[in-house]
């Protein structure tokens, strides 16, 4: 089916370790986005990419690594975890179509709790 | 840093009733984006409104934007038990350049509709 897939959908990790979050897209769409969603924050960028190999900070990246070596796949990688990083991360895309009036296409989330 | 700010950040009707929502922002813009997140799910894109349009339609929902005053509101008329979910405004910043794609979400406006 086309769409955006994260794995997995809940993660329980302890403080320290290394976890990868995981997002696929069937759509071949150019820009793809992590968010993090926590109560009092609403949704805050995390790192972005517009294309194969091409990524950039967003608002909050510390602690936080990625990349995109295909077009499709953009995992998110927490090297070691803390307990701040415990929230929902949500994948995104959009299409590039030379304009900004695309929407984006979001993954059902990641419920990441670090203990 | 947060773009778009909604308000109220919660809101109870009745079925039938129409639900309004605000969206107050800090600089200019190219497009403002209204999405709906039902519980437990990720982001949906409801409606687009450019920075040159004051009014717009897609069914049940109308969304206006005042770029003089920095704001938009989302109107739900009709409203069903279904349209329970938290809504969150989003805005497309003009004076970035590579990030032009980036959205900054406000908190969200979370919605009951009552049976």
């Known amino acids: 089916d086309a769409g955006i897939t994260q794995s997995p959908r809940y993660k329980i990790t302890e403080t320290g370790r290394q976890v990868t979050l995981m997002c696929h897209q069937t759509?071949?769409?150019?820009?793809m986005f992590w968010y993090r969603q926590d109560l009092g924050h609403g949704l805050r960028l995390i790192y972005y990419s517009a294309a194969a190999d091409i990524t950039d900070k967003g608002e909050v990246p510390d602690g936080y690594v990625v990349s995109r070596s295909k077009t499709e796949n953009f995992p998110l990688t927490l090297e070691s975890a803390t307990r701040s990083q415990t929230s929902v991360y949500f994948c995104?895309?959009?299409?590039?179509?030379?304009?900004?009036?695309?929407?984006?296409?979001f993954g059902d989330g990641t419920r990441l709790s670090i203990l | 840093s947060q773009q778009g700010e909604e308000d109220p950040q919660a809101l109870s009707i009745q079925e039938g009733e129409n639900a309004t929502m605000n969206c107050s922002y800090k600089?200019?813009?190219?497009?403002l984006q209204w999405y709906r997140q039902n519980s437990g799910r990720g982001l949906v894109h409801l409606i687009l409104i450019r920075s040159n349009e004051r009014e717009k339609h897609s069914g049940r929902l109308r969304v206006t934007l005042d770029t003089s005053k920095k704001s938009s509101s989302l109107l739900i008329t009709a409203s069903r038990a279904a349209d329970t979910a938290s809504y969150f405004c989003a805005t497309d910043a003009s004076h970035s350049g590579a990030g032009s794609y980036q959205l900054t979400f406000g908190k969200g406006t979370k919605l009951s509709v009552i049976p």
């Open positions: 600089t200019s813009i190219n497009n």
């Open positions: 995104a895309s959009r299409d590039s179509a030379g304009e900004s009036n695309q929407p984006q296409h």
């Open positions: 759509w071949s769409h150019s820009y």
